[in-house]
């Protein structure tokens, strides 16, 4: 079921997206709508277990996938990619950059220096802390159905280690590998096409080639627009450089008496300037896939211990719904908070989450998503109320 879940989700092919500019949906809004109460937790939804634990695993999944990166770039001889692109066998070039391959070995372990974490394990590790927050959230819930109303923490066995966990995340790990995989290989195609175009010594173009792997095709052209104008001598062109966000502001100075003498930038300063350039964008990309990911991966885990807890029939369908949670701060988009009014009811475990476009299954619901979900029980909630009614109106005889 998690397996399917996952593919289904309508926001899977943009979760490793990474352009700096968030689309039109997700642009902040000013003001923070109420908080009202989820029924199982007390906690703020900062606070919420299952983002806490997101957190605390995120930096092993940015480390992961920079490793994967890194173990790509290993693998390239740079005096084979300089032959093929002498010889202009574009398609050699890029079967030398064996990014699939090597991609998937990483995240594996192989390749990856020993005690730093392949990206599976650091999924793995962001799914078990889900699915144990989730298990901690629901300790003092009761057990509807059962006479006796024992507490749902004390009856559940929580095994992460059964066929479905492992076959979600295996099949999870690879299908992320796959999306980064293309994009990254996309990204290499056109770099290796302009480098050609543009013309140069090759094994100059194949040092370039292998600085910008990592990266998304958006992101790869803007570190070579970022060198263009860099090389240009154009002070307009060199002005546009001190509006980039992830330039290193170190280096202003050195632009600033370039336009102002109308001068060229050295050579060697261009490369430090653009591998620093290159250096934080792949950061980003690498935080920006961390924080989505480990927010998807903790998310799974809380929904296998639904799972395992509807099959050891300790929750009951018709009574549980899923709340979607925001965090309600001056980050919050309006695309999510959008989500808690389309789903004002919550969802059954095994409906999707109404959005503007389409539906998703759990949270994310972009890149860099900051949301989270939990269980509602209305007919506790309802019982609740209904008792805090009485004893407002018991209070309030007692004042006439
Ligand atoms: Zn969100």
């Given at each position: 079921?998690?397996?399917?879940?996952?593919?289904?989700?309508?926001?899977?092919?943009?979760?490793?997206?990474?352009?700096?500019?968030?689309?039109?949906?997700?642009?902040?809004?000013?003001?923070?709508?109420?908080?009202?109460?989820?029924?199982?937790?007390?906690?703020?939804?900062?606070?919420?277990?299952?983002?806490?634990?997101?957190?605390?695993?995120?930096?092993?999944?940015?480390?992961a996938?920079?490793?994967?990166?890194?173990?790509?770039?290993?693998?390239?001889?740079?005096k084979?990619?300089?032959?093929?692109?002498?010889?202009?066998?574009l398609?050699?070039?890029?079967?030398?950059?064996d990014?699939?391959?090597?991609?998937?070995?990483?995240?594996?372990?192989?390749?990856?220096?020993?005690?730093?974490?392949?990206?599976?394990d650091?999924?793995?590790?962001?799914?078990?802390?889900?699915?144990?927050?989730?298990?901690?959230?629901?300790?003092?819930?009761?057990?509807?159905?059962?006479?006796?109303?024992?507490?749902?923490?004390?009856?559940?066995?929580?095994?992460?280690?059964?066929?479905?966990?492992?076959?979600?995340?295996?099949?999870?790990?690879?299908?992320?590998?796959?999306?980064?995989?293309?994009?990254?290989?996309?990204?290499?195609?056109?770099?290796?096409?302009?480098?050609f175009?543009?013309?140069?010594?090759?094994?100059?173009?194949?040092?370039?080639?292998?600085?910008?792997?990592?990266?998304?095709?958006?992101?790869?052209?803007?570190?070579?627009?970022?060198?263009?104008?860099?090389q240009?001598?154009?002070?307009?062109?060199?002005?546009?450089?001190?509006?980039r966000?992830?330039?290193?502001?170190?280096?202003?100075?050195?632009?600033?008496?370039?336009?102002?003498?109308?001068?060229?930038?050295?050579?060697?300063?261009?490369?430090?300037?653009?591998?620093?350039?290159?250096?934080?964008?792949?950061?980003?990309?690498?935080?920006?896939?961390?924080?989505?990911?480990?927010?998807?991966?903790?998310?799974?885990g809380?929904?296998?211990?639904?799972?395992?807890?509807?099959?050891?029939?300790?929750?009951?369908?018709?009574?549980?719904?899923?709340?979607?949670?925001?965090?309600?701060?001056?980050?919050?988009?309006?695309?999510?908070?959008?989500?808690?009014?389309?789903?004002?009811?919550?969802?059954?475990?095994?409906?999707?989450?109404v959005?503007?476009?389409?539906?998703?299954?759990?949270?994310?619901?972009?890149?860099r998503?900051?949301?989270?979900?939990?269980?509602?029980?209305?007919?506790?909630?309802?019982?609740?109320?209904?008792?805090?009614?009485?004893?407002?109106?018991?209070?309030?005889?007692?004042?006439?």
């Amino acid at each position: 079921m998690l397996v399917k879940t996952y593919i289904s989700s309508s926001k899977a092919s943009v979760v490793v997206g990474g352009a700096l500019a968030a689309p039109r949906a997700f642009q902040r809004v000013i003001g923070a709508p109420s908080t009202s109460n989820w029924g199982i937790s007390k906690v703020s939804p900062q606070r919420f277990p299952a983002l806490e634990a997101a957190d605390r695993s995120a930096g092993k999944i940015e480390r992961a996938f920079l490793l994967l990166v890194q173990v790509v770039k290993d693998r390239i001889v740079l005096k084979d990619l300089a032959e093929k692109l002498e010889q202009g066998d574009l398609t050699g070039a890029e079967q030398l950059v064996d990014v699939e391959n090597a991609m998937e070995q990483a995240a594996l372990g192989k390749g990856v220096p020993v005690g730093e974490p392949g990206l599976q394990d650091a999924l793995q590790i962001a799914f078990h802390a889900g699915a144990k927050a989730e298990l901690e959230a629901l300790a003092d819930v009761p057990i509807e159905k059962a006479a006796k109303k024992p507490r749902l923490g004390a009856e559940l066995s929580l095994n992460l280690l059964n066929p479905e966990a492992v076959a979600f995340l295996q099949g999870y790990t690879m299908n992320l590998i796959r999306q980064v995989s293309l994009q990254t290989r996309l990204a290499i195609r056109d770099v290796i096409l302009t480098a050609f175009n543009e013309g140069g010594h090759p094994y100059e173009q194949a040092r370039e080639i292998r600085n910008l792997i990592g990266l998304t095709q958006s992101q790869a052209a803007a570190v070579r627009r970022f060198r263009q104008m860099l090389q240009s001598g154009d002070p307009a062109k060199m002005r546009e450089v001190l509006e980039r966000t992830l330039r290193d502001h170190r280096f202003d100075s050195t632009v600033m008496r370039a336009i102002q003498v109308q001068t060229t930038i050295p050579k060697e300063k261009v490369v430090t300037m653009v591998d620093r350039y290159y250096q934080r964008y792949l950061t980003y990309r690498a935080q920006t896939i961390a924080r989505t990911e480990s927010i998807r991966a903790s998310c799974a885990g809380q929904q296998e211990l639904w799972r395992q807890a509807q099959q050891q029939q300790l929750l009951d369908p018709e009574r549980t719904r899923r709340k979607w949670i925001i965090t309600p701060d001056d980050r919050l988009c309006e695309y999510c908070k959008a989500i808690r009014a389309l789903n004002p009811d919550g969802v059954r475990l095994d409906e999707e989450f109404v959005t503007e476009d389409g539906s998703v299954d759990q949270p994310p619901a972009h890149p860099r998503c900051r949301c989270a979900f939990g269980l509602f029980f209305p007919e506790r909630e309802k019982r609740r109320a209904a008792r805090r009614a009485a004893r407002e109106a018991q209070e309030k005889k007692g004042e006439v």
